[in-house]
């Protein structure tokens, strides 16, 4: 048991850790914040899983704003629903992964696998940590899904099902088979260098040629499924390159895997000698082992998230003034929808209630709330702040404003303008080059003797073999990848470090990706404000959770606040407070009674009234992200730079003169412009970045070469893209391309080293004198060499553009 | 020098079942996850108070 320890520790809740000085329930010698944790809390204890508390302390989640309706979780008795959720349903048990973002700590994990001492229909939990899920199995006769995630619910560990998880798409992508292959070859490699070991010591003579002959034999066994099993995606790919007419990185590979089986048959077989099997065997555990090195992957982010990802399973439906909570596809145009506090606008819809307060913050990035009268057209993906509001949809979900984007035909293709890789574009040369030199020396034997003319010919092709030549590139990126990872930059996979390299034109998001939320810059105009009106505005705002609240706040600075007699937040209005018998209000326009239109242009506006005097106002801009401008002249020198914004042109002038005059600015774009801007430059031939942070640049990014997602929080937010980028490494976004540069620049450097390997070999060959010895050393040798090449010159590149810290820990 | 043979098969079979493990570890997911089961090792597998009989206690353990 935990010690009992200064009264620090005892005012906090026993559930959640929060402090609860003021009010709090105790039961027993524990106190609780509020009912709900309390609640949770009895649950465990009749269940006997309050070992849930001695893992961690306080491991739980405040139950405070838990207040929701019972019945949000009907829409999962919809036959349909549970049918497309769950992973797996036979007779007796259905099984269903969740996942629940709340997971975060040893005590998780525990109770979340001891569910079934809870509920014993719940056979098996497994949680999976690092992706936040938790895989439920269940008795379906015994406990319906409603029951189970309702369970989960009352732990106050909430599954968060959204629309996305209807669709089913590639669950897990995990790739088994590469590791099978890789574990394949590796097995097949070892016991083959075992066999080969005669042919390298003279003592093994001592054993006779019968051994010798045997372990031939075992060597052409064993090789038998690296060329049928572990080779075969190389086989797959090339075909499909010859197919079109292209030659890439395996068309070579597939030549010398080819020419080192069917020559090693001949060698073994016809010649009796030895053969090259361990060799080929090598090679494929190199380049299955390079294969494996560049799928870093990382498992917490989602890069293909569309709208579906943050938009609700389920509406709550009216008809005839009953409640009735529906699977969001089931919606259609014309049902009234109740939309709740904190809920999302689930499509295009007219507001009948009297006004609402809508955040737009998962659209543009902007997150003061922006008010809607009755009557007017509220776009999908706002969030309603304040009471429930009553909405006639207008379009259906996926028909939107916002949602048409994904229409779009740039969602359609799959693939991106695609940028041949270096190395694809080096094979090919390199293949026609390997081929005419292995004939031209095969015709110079022919008339001499006509075996060494097949052995030069094929001994070229087998050492010749790109192994090193198409390792450098899976490592390279595979490195940059990781060093990046380290930076807080999140590539989707390694081939876009390639196109990170060719950039040229680089396209920002104003809102939430050039400005910040945070970093609001705020003035005040009106009657100087004595210290005390200070302290009074401070206490007000301090009860707030607006936006615009927090940051008046933050303006405001370290002052104390005064106690207030009486303080009450209006919704989308503003907030009232009495103080020595004065009232203050501080708010929006209409409800301090301001009129007038002679207030600064631009951003927000709080308004001062005391006893009905208006005696000022709060002007609050967005202010720059840290470092913008340091970025934006970074930029300038190699990029072309433009700015897509959906606000209108008045801070055109500020921002230019902060950040750089070279920047093109673009307005009041609708998500499709900002798209088609991007297809416009594309087709000029730039090669575009766009970094963005809104669902409304989706299209933007989807259509650029390399579209950055821009967050706070990583695992929380971010529109599909190629890459999430941390938003406290955003100054860093010109040392990341300069590395991207650098890593093409590494790749080419490892290209020259194993062309020197291949001049050696190929010298060799075309003599006739390549040896079985010989090539079980050469190609070993060179592979290492260039990784441990490409390992060390990324790294040293990594600490010079200081991505990574040599003495961190 | 004829034990070598039965040494090679010997060796043989041993490497072939430790290939047969990995690819049953494989289906099994063992590699799909590597982080959790090091937090869950750590975990008291015995109910501190045994009031209650928990017959599918060692079915979640799988």
Same mark, same amino acid.
């Given at each position: 048991?935990?010690?009992?320890?200064?009264?620090?520790?005892?005012?906090?809740?026993?559930?959640?850790?929060?402090?609860?000085?003021?009010?709090?329930?105790?039961?027993?010698?524990?106190?609780?914040?509020?009912?709900?944790?309390?609640?949770?809390?009895?649950?465990?204890?009749?269940?006997?899983?309050?070992?849930?508390?001695?893992?961690?302390?306080?491991?739980?989640?405040?139950?405070?704003?838990?207040?929701?309706?019972?019945?949000?979780?009907?829409?999962?008795?919809?036959?349909?629903?549970?049918?497309?959720?769950?992973?797996?349903?036979?007779?007796?048990?259905?099984?269903?992964?969740?996942?629940?973002?709340?997971?975060?700590?040893?005590?998780?994990?525990?109770?979340?696998?001891?569910?079934?001492?809870? +509920?014993?229909?719940?056979?098996?939990?497994?949680?999976? &940590?690092?992706?936040?899920?938790?895989?439920?199995?269940?008795?379906?006769?015994?406990?319906?899904?409603?029951?189970?995630?309702?369970?989960?619910?009352?732990?106050?560990?909430?599954?968060?099902?959204?629309?996305?998880?209807?669709?089913?798409?590639?669950?897990?992508?995990?790739?088994?088979?590469?590791? !099978?292959?890789?574990?394949?070859?590796?097995?097949?490699?070892?016991?083959?260098?075992? /066999?080969?070991?005669?042919?390298?010591?003279?003592?093994?003579?001592?054993?006779?040629?019968?051994?010798?002959?045997? &372990?031939?034999?075992?060597?052409?066994?064993?090789?038998?499924?690296?060329?049928?099993?572990?080779?075969?995606?190389?086989?797959?790919?090339?075909?499909?390159?010859?197919?079109?007419?292209?030659?890439?990185?395996?068309?070579?590979?597939?030549?010398?895997?080819?020419?080192?089986?069917?020559?090693?048959?001949?060698?073994?077989?016809?010649?009796?000698?030895?053969?090259?099997?361990?060799?080929?065997?090598? $090679?494929? /555990?190199?380049?299955?082992?390079?294969?494996?090195?560049?799928?870093?992957?990382?498992?917490?982010?989602?890069?293909?998230?569309?709208?579906?990802?943050?938009?609700?399973?389920?509406?709550?439906?009216?008809?005839?003034?009953?409640?009735?909570?529906?699977?969001?596809?089931?919606?259609?145009?014309?049902?009234?929808?109740?939309?709740?506090?904190?809920?999302?606008?689930?499509?295009?819809?007219?507001?009948?209630?009297?006004?609402?307060?809508?955040?737009?913050?998962?659209?543009?990035?902007?997150?003061?709330?922006?008010?809607?009268?009755?009557?007017?057209?509220?776009?999908?993906?706002?969030?309603?702040?304040?009471?429930?509001?009553?909405?006639?949809?207008?379009?259906?979900?996926?028909?939107?404003?916002?949602?048409?984007?994904?229409?779009?035909?740039?969602?359609?293709?799959?693939?991106?303008?695609?940028?041949?890789?270096?190395?694809?574009?080096?094979?090919?040369?390199?293949?026609?080059?390997?081929?005419?030199?292995?004939?031209?020396?095969?015709?110079?034997?022919?008339?001499?003797?006509?075996?060494?003319?097949?052995?030069?010919?094929?001994?070229?092709?087998?050492?010749?073999?790109?192994?090193?030549?198409?390792?450098?590139?899976? #490592? !390279?990126?595979?490195?940059?990848?990781?060093?990046?990872?380290?930076?807080?930059?999140? $590539?989707?996979?390694?081939?876009?470090?390639?196109?990170?390299?060719?950039?040229?034109?680089?396209?920002?998001?104003?809102?939430?990706?050039?400005?910040?939320?945070?970093?609001?810059?705020?003035?005040? #105009?009106?009657?100087?404000?004595?210290?005390?009106?200070?302290?009074?505005?401070?206490?007000?705002?301090?009860?707030?959770?607006?936006?615009?609240?927090?940051?008046? +706040?933050?303006?405001?600075?370290?002052?104390?606040?005064?106690?207030?007699?009486?303080?009450?937040?209006?919704?989308?209005?503003?907030?009232?407070?009495?103080?020595? +018998?004065?009232?203050?209000?501080?708010?929006?326009?209409?409800? !301090?009674?301001?009129?007038?239109?002679?207030?600064?242009?631009?951003?927000?506006?709080?308004?001062?009234?005391?006893?009905?005097?208006?005696?000022?106002?709060?002007?609050?801009?967005?202010?720059?992200?840290?470092?913008?401008?340091?970025?934006?002249?970074?930029?300038?020198?190699?990029?072309?730079?433009?700015?897509?914004?959906?606000?209108?042109?008045?801070?055109?002038?500020?921002?230019?003169?902060?950040?750089?005059?070279?920047?093109?600015?673009?307005?009041?774009?609708?998500?499709?412009?900002?798209?088609?801007?991007?297809?416009?430059?594309?087709?000029?031939?730039?090669?575009?970045?766009?970094?963005?942070?809104?669902? +409304?640049?989706?299209?933007?990014?989807?259509?650029?070469?390399?579209?950055?997602?821009?967050?706070?929080?990583?695992?929380?937010?971010?529109?599909?893209?190629?890459?999430?980028?941390?938003?406290?490494?955003?100054?860093?976004?010109?040392?990341?391309?300069?590395?991207?540069?650098?890593?093409?620049?590494?790749?080419?450097?490892?290209?020259?080293?194993?062309?020197?390997?291949?001049?050696?070999?190929?010298?060799?060959?075309?003599?006739?004198?390549?040896?079985?010895?010989?090539?079980?050393?050469?190609?070993?040798?060179?592979?290492?060499?260039?990784?441990?090449?490409?390992?060390?010159?990324?790294?040293?590149?990594?600490?010079?553009?200081?991505?990574?810290?040599?003495?961190?820990? | 020098?004829?034990?070598?043979?039965?040494?090679?098969?010997?060796?043989?079979?041993?490497?072939?079942?430790?290939?047969?493990?990995?690819?049953?570890?494989?289906?099994?997911?063992?590699?799909?996850?590597?982080?959790?089961?090091?937090?869950?090792?750590?975990?008291?597998?015995?109910?501190?108070?045994?009031?209650?009989?928990?017959?599918?206690?060692?079915?979640?353990?799988?």
């Amino acid at each position: 048991m935990h010690p009992v320890l200064p009264s620090e520790i005892q005012s906090k809740c026993y559930h959640c850790g929060e402090s609860c000085e003021q009010e709090f329930i105790s039961v027993e010698d524990k106190k609780f914040c509020c009912q709900g944790c309390k609640l949770v809390y009895e649950v465990l204890t009749q269940n006997d899983l309050c070992e849930y508390y001695e893992l961690d302390a306080n491991p739980g989640k405040s139950q405070k704003d838990n207040s929701r309706l019972k019945n949000r979780f009907d829409y999962l008795d919809d036959l349909d629903v549970g049918q497309k959720l769950l992973d797996f349903k036979n007779d007796l048990e259905s099984h269903i992964t969740f996942y629940i973002p709340l997971i975060h700590c040893a005590s998780c994990i525990w109770l979340l696998e001891n569910l079934f001492q809870i +509920n014993k229909s719940i056979f098996s939990s497994r949680v999976d &940590f690092i992706k936040k899920k938790v895989q439920v199995k269940f008795l379906h006769d015994q406990i319906s899904l409603k029951e189970v995630v309702s369970l989960l619910s009352s732990l106050g560990y909430e599954p968060k099902i959204n629309l996305s998880d209807l669709d089913h798409k590639s669950k897990n992508p995990v790739d088994r088979k590469t590791l !099978t292959k890789l574990g394949v070859a590796g097995f097949c490699f070892g016991n083959m260098m075992l /066999f080969s070991m005669p042919e390298y010591f003279s003592e093994a003579e001592l054993l006779g040629e019968g051994f010798k002959r045997l &372990f031939d034999y075992l060597n052409v066994v064993l090789s038998l499924p690296i060329v049928f099993y572990s080779a075969s995606d190389y086989y797959t790919s090339a075909w499909n390159a010859i197919r079109q007419r292209k030659i890439n990185m395996d068309v070579p590979i597939v030549l010398g895997i080819i020419a080192f089986f069917l020559y090693s048959l001949w060698e073994i077989f016809v010649q009796g000698n030895a053969g090259y099997m361990d060799s080929l065997g090598g $090679l494929l /555990f190199f380049l299955l082992l390079g294969k494996v090195y560049q799928q870093k992957t990382f498992a917490t982010l989602e890069f293909d998230r569309d709208y579906k990802s943050y938009f609700p399973i389920a509406v709550t439906r009216l008809i005839q003034d009953r409640e009735e909570v529906i699977p969001l596809f089931k919606l259609q145009v014309g049902d009234v929808v109740l939309v709740r506090d904190e809920e999302l606008i689930p499509a295009d819809a007219l507001l009948l209630s009297d006004q609402a307060d809508i955040d737009y913050s998962f659209v543009t990035g902007e997150e003061v709330p922006i008010p809607k009268r009755k009557g007017e057209l509220i776009y999908a993906g706002g969030r309603q702040k304040g009471e429930p509001i009553l909405l006639t949809i207008q379009k259906s979900p996926s028909q939107g404003y916002l949602t048409d984007l994904w229409n779009n035909e740039s969602f359609e293709k799959s693939n991106k303008r695609l940028l041949e890789p270096l190395a694809n574009r080096i094979s090919g040369v390199f293949t026609w080059t390997v081929l005419s030199i292995a004939l031209v020396a095969f015709v110079f034997w022919m008339g001499k003797d006509l075996s060494i003319a097949v052995k030069a010919f094929t001994t070229v092709l087998i050492v010749a073999c790109p192994c090193a030549l198409s390792m450098s590139t899976p #490592f !390279t990126l595979g490195n940059t990848l990781r060093i990046f990872g380290k930076g807080k930059f999140y $590539l989707k996979n390694a081939a876009v470090v390639e196109r990170l390299a060719l950039l040229d034109t680089v396209v920002f998001d104003k809102t939430g990706t050039l400005t910040d939320p945070a970093n609001a810059s705020i003035e005040y #105009f009106g009657e100087p404000l004595s210290a005390e009106t200070k302290s009074i505005i401070k206490a007000m705002v301090a009860r707030s959770t607006h936006p615009l609240s927090n940051r008046i +706040n933050l303006f405001l600075g370290k002052i104390h606040p005064v106690h207030l007699e009486k303080v009450q937040e209006l919704k989308g209005a503003g907030v009232l407070a009495v103080y020595k +018998n004065q009232e203050f209000r501080l708010g929006s326009k209409s409800f !301090t009674g301001v009129k007038g239109d002679h207030f600064s242009e631009g951003g927000n506006h709080v308004f001062l009234n005391v006893e009905g005097v208006n005696l000022g106002y709060f002007h609050i801009q967005s202010g720059l992200r840290n470092g913008a401008s340091k970025v934006v002249k970074g930029l300038a020198e190699n990029y072309e730079l433009h700015v897509l914004s959906g606000d209108h042109a008045h801070e055109r002038e500020s921002l230019a003169l902060q950040l750089s005059s070279e920047l093109k600015f673009n307005f009041e774009q609708s998500p499709t412009d900002k798209l088609n801007y991007l297809k416009a430059l594309n087709i000029k031939g730039k090669n575009t970045l766009m970094i963005g942070d809104g669902l +409304n640049d989706a299209g933007a990014l989807q259509e650029s070469q390399v579209g950055i997602a821009i967050t706070d929080r990583v695992s929380h937010f971010s529109p599909a893209s190629d890459a999430i980028l941390d938003a406290e490494s955003f100054v860093r976004i010109p040392n990341f391309l300069a590395f991207a540069r650098n890593s093409r620049l590494i790749i080419k450097a490892s290209f020259g080293l194993s062309f020197l390997y291949n001049i050696l070999g190929i010298s060799l060959a075309v003599q006739g004198l390549l040896s079985p010895v010989l090539c079980a050393i050469l190609m070993p040798l060179s592979s290492i060499s260039v990784v441990v090449f490409t390992t060390l010159a990324t790294n040293f590149m990594g600490v010079r553009k200081s991505l990574i810290h040599l003495n961190k820990h | 020098m004829e034990v070598i043979f039965i040494l090679i098969a010997v060796s043989l079979i041993l490497a072939v079942t430790f290939l047969f493990l990995f690819f049953r570890a494989m289906k099994d997911g063992q590699f799909d996850d590597s982080y959790t089961p090091s937090i869950r090792i750590l975990f008291e597998n015995q109910p501190k108070k045994s009031k209650k009989d928990q017959p599918k206690k060692t079915k979640s353990y799988e």
